[in-house]
């Protein structure tokens, strides 16, 4: 027969069992919790810069990581290219692994279709996580369409963070989430950049012109920096289509954006204006950088002809005028400022024409 002491004694330890299960009810909700939040930020990312760095910066600090990167499958350059567009280098992004092919990155890429946790090797894995001081880790693979385009890593200093003996369901699902996203960033930066592009040509068109524009300024004022504006226009291109025809024409300002192309630096912002009118801002840069560039490009458009799709080939020069802008810390109008830069960059332009063709003049800041 128990005694009332024996019924305390289980009391007790019932009261302790309830409380434990209480506890650990508390800490599964705050886990939860904490969970669905930083799925949410990752739901919320508008763009890949953002995704890209809440995946990796934000991830390694809400988890206290050693280090979280992102391995993506990109061998067209398809994203690193759109990365680009908006502005924002690849190099930029540490912490994000461009690679042509999974294969070789690690052994577990051959079979990885399920999150793998286990201890870290550098021999095996330091191209994934090249930090140092990582002791385990886990790979959680990304799909698009069952296919594999790349992993999410993560790594930790503590040797049993992540072991086989761990549950893989909540990464499972986070993977899940993480290719949901970058799927949705991706095709909404190609999305974005079909209303900015021109077909013609691949170049930025004049409402990329615009957006880009007002963004630079703003830098320039934040930064006390100046902005240049190149305003390239080709000498007599409506002669070219008078006498050669229109598909003549478009095979000049597809060459003609290309020469271009391999004067100017990767954090310029290039644009057709129209026609063929093009646009290069220059951030940071002087006015005198500036003029070299112009003749730069002056001399690379009439180093040599150009070729036809009848296969004749014709000369081709350009004028460029250029202007600058060195926006007040307090500037707010940056639509006029910027309607202003292009208004100069064009008088300097029809300059440039009036004084002969296949040259170069700076009009004076205001």
């Known amino acids: ?133 990582i002791a385990s880790m886990a790979l959680l693979p990304l799909e698009h369409r069952g296919r594999l385009i790349g992993s999410l890593n993560f790594g930790s200093s503590d040797a049993e963070r992540y072991t086989h003996r761990h ?82 024409g478009d095979a000049v300002l597809r060459e003609f954006a290309q020469r271009i192309e391999t004067q100017v630096r990767a954090s310029d912002v290039a644009a057709r204006y129209g026609g063929e009118e093009f646009v290069v801002l220059l951030p940071g840069t002087g006015t005198a950088d500036g003029v070299r560039l112009a003749e730069r490009i002056r001399n690379a458009v009439a180093a040599e002809s150009f070729e036809l799709p009848d296969g004749g080939n014709i000369p081709v020069t350009v004028s460029i005028g250029i202007s600058a802008a060195s926006p007040a810390p307090q500037a707010k109008d940056l639509k006029t400022l910027g309607e202003s830069l292009l208004a100069r960059a064009d008088v300097a332009l029809y300059s440039a024409k009036s004084e002969g063709r296949d040259r170069v003049v700076v009009e004076k800041e205001p």
Request: glycine fraction near 4%; charge should be positive.
């Open 1 to 133: 027969m128990q005694t009332t002491t024996d019924l305390r004694r289980q009391l007790d330890r019932k009261d302790r069992q309830l409380r434990d299960l209480r506890d650990e009810v508390a800490r599964n909700e705050n886990k939860l919790r904490r969970s669905q939040q930083r799925e949410m930020r990752l739901l919320q990312a508008d763009d890949m810069p953002s995704l890209f760095r809440e995946l990796t910066e934000g991830m390694r600090a809400s988890y206290a990581l050693q280090q979280v990167t992102l391995v993506l499958c990109d061998p067209d350059h398809d994203i690193r290219h759109l990365l680009l567009a908006a502005g924002t280098p690849a190099a930029t992004l540490p912490n994000v692994l461009f690679v042509e092919s999974l294969g070789g990155l690690a052994p577990q890429y051959a079979h990885l279709r399920r999150p793998w946790l286990g201890p870290y090797a550098a021999c095996d894995h330091q191209l994934v996580l090249p930090a140092p001081g």
């Open 167 to 248: 549950a893989t369901d909540f990464l499972a699902h986070l993977a899940v989430i993480a290719s949901y996203c970058i799927e949705n960033v991706v095709n909404r930066a190609r999305l974005l950049r079909s209303g900015f592009t021109d077909v013609l040509t691949g170049w930025h068109n004049r409402r990329y012109l615009q957006v880009r524009l007002r963004e630079e300024l703003a830098r320039a004022a934040r930064d006390q920096s100046k902005l240049v504006c190149l305003m390239l226009d080709i000498d007599h291109f409506k002669r070219v289509n008078d006498t050669w025809g229109h598909a003549a």
